[in-house]
């Protein structure tokens, strides 16, 4: 509804051209986000209550709200079941500003099949290279929209036939040669031809664009020393299974308790470490630091140690200073190439943040100590209790 209020609004405007880059693109869609938000925000009743308190009481007592994203056009951040709906928002109300840029990310962002994605824009670039090089070719500024290549690579993706209409071409029924029937083609418009360093310039912004993707938020927390800091309360954002899965699993692992006794081979045990891996999509991990403050962060499953050890290491005062991050039981996390759901560090978990011990020595010996937390003191100064 946003979208298509904002959509109405500028088609009475004045439509003055803007570069289609990035930033460009990022700046005008989050202006008018902003607008369309503060404009609804005037229009909420006090006297009912909004999403975002329905949340609260939906979330009250978890480690966590929910896993949430951050849009790279806008900025916002979102929840994970809302990324793909502001992602497609966002796109859709820069379409109106700049159609060719709105719609390439379109056919990068909302067709899921990467094969077919690539198939597609390579055949489109051929098209258009074809026309740079013959622009007196007039069969080649034709396109039969019933031809199998077109309708098997193109057709089946979204956001192309938005892209052919941004960068020129026009439907047309055109006449089958010896035939009384007529066939629709897309036809380039005369006055593009004038312009094929545009022509140029769209295929290489076709070929070179990624899908947008939303940034899993960190949700970064600093807590004080809490004896609560193992204890975790995790919304199903967490789990790739839904209510009723996470019963049955339940079930499963309380059957499999009683069935401990029995003997299992090298391959059955590994069969349940890859499906127990499977169950979680992201992790909440604490880093307790030696005064007992907490640092908390979001990550996914599947990401890398190192990610954690980055993490950290931006949020410390001296950065430059070695360090080791110990896992629950004491074991150092040396394989940083591993990923958390390979170390059991899934779907939460403490750890225990050590200074290099060689370091340390050096430091004692030199006759300097460590004063106050190790921590920026930007993070302490928001520092939250945990309950």
Sequence with gaps: MAAAAALARLE???????????????????????????????????????????????????????????CPLTEATVRKDQKEAHIKEAIL???????????????????????????GVETIAKYLDNIHLHPEEEKYRKIKLQNKVFQERINCLEGTHKFFQAIGFEKEMLPVPGEETTEEYYVLKEKVLTKLEDLKGYKEQLLSCEPVKAQLDRQLCVFKPSPQAAQFELPHDFYNLTAEELKREQRLRTEAVEKASMLRTK????????????????????????????????????????????????????????FELLAPGGLKLTEENLAFNECGLVPSALLTFAWDAAVMADI????????????????????????
């Excluded at 570069?19 to 009743?45: F, H, N, R, T, Y």
């Excluded at 992201?282 to 954690?308: H, N």
């Design 93 to 119: 109300l820069h379409s109106s500003r700049d159609p060719v840029a709105a719609s390439i990310m379109e056919i990068h962002t909302f067709n899921r099949d990467r094969e077919k994605v690539k198939l």
């Design 12 to 70: 009475q405007k004045p439509k003055p051209w803007l570069p289609s880059s990035q930033d460009a693109i990022k700046s005008q869609v989050k202006k008018e986000l902003m607008a369309e938000a503060a404009a609804s925000e005037k229009g909420l009743s006090t006297d009912h209550k909004g999403p975002a308190s329905a949340v609260e009481e939906e979330t009250a007592g978890l480690s966590v709200s929910g896993v949430y994203f951050i």
């Design 267 to 322: 391959a059955m045990r590994e069969r349940e470490e890859q499906r127990e891996m499977r169950k979680y999509n992201y992790t909440l991990l604490r880093v307790r630091f030696p005064d007992g403050y907490i640092l908390q962060g979001t990550f996914y499953a599947r990401e890398p140690v190192s990610v954690l050890y980055r993490f950290v290491r931006e949020a410390l005062k001296d950065d430059w200073m070695p």
């Design 364 to 387: 004692k010996a030199s006759g300097e100590e460590q004063k106050g937390s190790p921590l920026k003191p930007e993070l302490l100064s928001a520092v939250q209790i945990l309950s």
